[in-house]
């Protein structure tokens, strides 16, 4: 469990909470953050009961642009791993842990301690079947891990009361194309489990 992170000051099993909700108390704490004043925020796109949800790192530019999480190449690419397994936007809810667009040392520890809590809460609204997650940021921050995502995923793991698929993000896919297997194969396996609910 990440109680550090929770400091029972909420409760995923909160009745009446909504997703506009969340977004509202996030941007409303992020004002008194130095790092995340006047920045851009990219929220989730989705609805509650979604298949699945999708958890990348953060936002791109093209997510800015559209003011919708994976957009351009990377999202081009994650939604041919959706539609291989019978999935698409309109059953899918997709998030990143972190809501603005950042890029190397700015996510720092604490920026993600402060975004981990809303996640899971989002998470704890839409109910999805399977969570997957895309890099070691989601990986590390929501199953609470230090190992590197290559050791991690392909495997199903629980926390919460919630089943997640660590594996390689697609931007990554974009930079390293011999990856795609070990994605197909994750993939496959949340499929599968799926296929059996």
Request: glycine share 6%; charged share 25%; net charge neutral.
């Amino acid at each position: 469990m990440q109680n550090d992170l929770f400091n029972g000051s909420w409760d995923l099993n909160a009745p009446n909470e909504t997703l506009d909700a969340i977004k509202r108390e996030m941007v409303d704490k992020a004002r008194s953050i130095p790092e995340l004043q006047n920045r851009f925020f990219v929220f989730s796109q989705g609805e509650p009961n979604a298949t699945i949800a999708v958890v990348g790192e953060s936002p791109g530019p093209p997510d800015a642009d559209a003011e919708k999480p994976f957009q351009g190449p990377t999202g081009d690419l994650l939604n041919r791993i959706l539609a291989s397994i019978g999935l698409n936007r309109a059953n899918t809810y997709l998030t990143n842990i972190v809501k603005y667009i950042s890029v190397g040392d700015e996510l720092t520890p604490e920026l993600i301690k402060f975004f981990t809590p809303f996640v899971w809460r989002e998470l704890a609204v839409v109910k999805p079947k399977v969570v997957l997650l895309l890099g070691n940021t989601p990986t590390k921050a929501l199953l609470n891990t230090k190992q590197p995502i290559s050791k991690v995923r392909g495997e199903f793991h629980e926390s919460n009361g919630f089943k997640f698929m660590p594996t390689f993000n697609p931007a990554y896919l974009l930079r390293d194309p011999t990856k795609k297997r070990e994605v197909w194969e994750d993939i496959k396996r949340v499929k599968s489990f799926l296929d059996n609910q």
